[in-house]
């Protein structure tokens, strides 16, 4: 089966750096993804790793270790527009719908 | 370009009454997802369309929800008989491909409260 684990809650301070993680147990690994969804809105893309390694965009980097089944979404710098709930997806080719998510984490930013 | 459109944005209805959501995909999006997301809780897979090929409807969570993709664009999800439970934020998406890297793009959702 699946399954994929993240915190549920985290809180960091503006400016501060934030790592988020993600571990999964998947049959058919095709790629993990990460989602920012801020509250009442659509979660929207972030980043994508199927790869060992790291994926740096801005201020967000993703690391996948696909032997470890383990992931996570660096944050530097954070800004209080960082608050908001963190999203992994792990793309599984064994499974139908393919996309299964985690649970999500509520990240809050304090001044 | 237009993202994934989602009507409406809000439904209240009454339990027992039927709701129909709809969901107009990015254009020539070929695959188109539904998900159900209650109030602080993860997205839960409900149904999955890629082009011709018959929809997977393992995460239907009763025979009470339906959903249909006409002419491979324009999507319904029906629900039927709505009970309190029924009450989330309904989620579309679509994405380009069915390939490993496309990400999947999210409509604002319907919220449906069922009194």
């Known amino acids: 089966g699946q399954n994929i684990d993240q915190p549920t809650e985290m809180t960091a301070t503006e400016g501060a750096i934030v790592q988020i993680n993600c571990t999964y147990q998947t049959s058919g690994f095709n790629g993990l993804f990460w989602y920012q969804q801020h509250a009442g809105e659509a979660p929207t893309f972030l980043s994508y790793?199927?790869?060992?390694g790291l994926e740096e965009k801005g201020r967000f980097s993703s690391f996948l270790s696909r032997s470890k089944g383990y992931s996570y979404l660096l944050l530097k710098e954070l800004q209080m527009k960082d608050s908001a709930s963190y999203l992994c997806?792990?793309?599984?080719?064994?499974?139908?719908?393919?996309?299964?998510f985690g649970p999500g984490t509520r990240l809050s930013v304090l001044p | 370009g237009a993202g994934v459109s989602q009507s409406p944005s809000n439904k209240v209805t009454e339990k027992g009454k039927d709701v129909e959501l709809r969901c107009d995909p990015i254009?020539?999006?070929?695959?188109l997802y539904w998900y159900r997301q209650s109030l602080g809780q993860g997205l839960e897979f409900l149904i999955y369309?890629?082009?011709?090929?018959?929809?997977?409807k393992s995460g239907l969570p009763s025979d009470r929800f339906s959903a249909e993709r006409t002419g491979g664009s324009v999507s319904t999800l029906t629900i039927q008989r709505t009970q309190q439970e029924d009450s989330a934020v309904y989620l579309c998406?679509?994405?380009?491909?069915?390939?490993?890297?496309?990400?999947?793009?999210f409509g604002n959702g319907t919220r449906l409260t069922v009194t």
């Open positions: 997806a792990v793309r599984d080719w064994l499974v139908g719908q393919n996309f299964v």
């Open positions: 998406a679509s994405s380009l491909r069915d390939d490993n890297n496309s990400p999947l793009h």
């Open positions: 369309f890629q082009g011709n090929s018959a929809p997977d």
């Open positions: 254009s020539g999006h070929t695959a």
């Open positions: 790793n199927v790869l060992d």
